[in-house]
């Protein structure tokens, strides 16, 4: 069995990350398999070169140690650009043309605007559009990105479930998060797109990750039926949060592991801690 860390380095990690860390690391280690680590690093706006170094310092002060080089997500753009074309090819994607005002208006006017787990989805908009209007606005190259044609992308592939080791097995609803973008205008990828051709490619097992990503799983599972990659098996762990119950973001600057290691703490303490 392989599991995989998979942080973003757009910033430090602090306890939820090492817990996160932890959980992956120690359900390898139980089945005597292994430990991966990729930086999720597609979205170079808010990548910072020294935070990949970083991380990695900091997982092995925690005595985490993964197999091999990490995967870095900005080296895999071909292996996105060939899956895009693979859904165009099946007819699940469909050009977005709308700005967020554009959608924002949108989902203002109409009156059963569609709603996910995390507020407004998307109006589905630019799926109405026709064959010409698409391609007169694709002709001259209008700024758009490609979004996932849920019910499409659901009728293709029949009705489809995920297991996850915590929560049980859970019908895939594709229209909990509706049309999600999987191409953007600016990276020609998206986090649903790259974790689900990367989870393949890295022959991952077992999925393990906070459960705000649980909803993204339905996406993820159809992805993987669309694209024909094996089904992972899930374990969504639950959220640390500090004392108002809030879950730890990037910005808690005190709970980062290298101001806890400065304020003397040990790695002992830190896996105390998360336990
Ligand atoms: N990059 C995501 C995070 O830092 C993890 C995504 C995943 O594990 O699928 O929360």
Known sequence: MTTRFAPSP???????????????????????????????????????EEFYAAIESDLRWIGLDWTGTPLRQTDRLPAYAAAIEQLKAAQVLYPCFCTRRDIAEE?????????????????????????????????????????????????????????????????VDPSLLGDVILARKDIATSYHLAVVVDDAFQQISLVTRGEDLL????????????LHLPEPSYHHHPLITDAQGQRLAKRDESKTLQSLRASGQTPKNILQTVA
């Open 107 to 171: 989902s203002a006017r109409i009156t059963k605007a569609p709603h996910g787990p995390e507020g407004p989805l998307y109006p589905g908009t630019c799926r109405q559009l026709s064959a010409t209007q698409r391609s007169d606005l694709l002709a001259i190259d209008t700024a758009h990105c490609w979004r996932l044609h849920a019910t499409a992308a659901s009728q293709l592939t029949g009705p489809l479930s995920f297991s996850d080791q915590l929560h049980g097995t859970a019908p």
């Open 215 to 226: 909803p993204s799983t339905h996406v993820h599972r159809l992805l993987q039926s669309l």
């Open 10 to 48: 757009t910033g430090l990690l602090h306890l939820g990350h090492a817990y996160a860390a932890i959980v992956a690391h120690k359900l390898a280690h139980e089945a005597n398999g292994t430990f991966l680590l990729r930086f999720e690093d597609i979205d170079h706006s808010r990548v910072r």
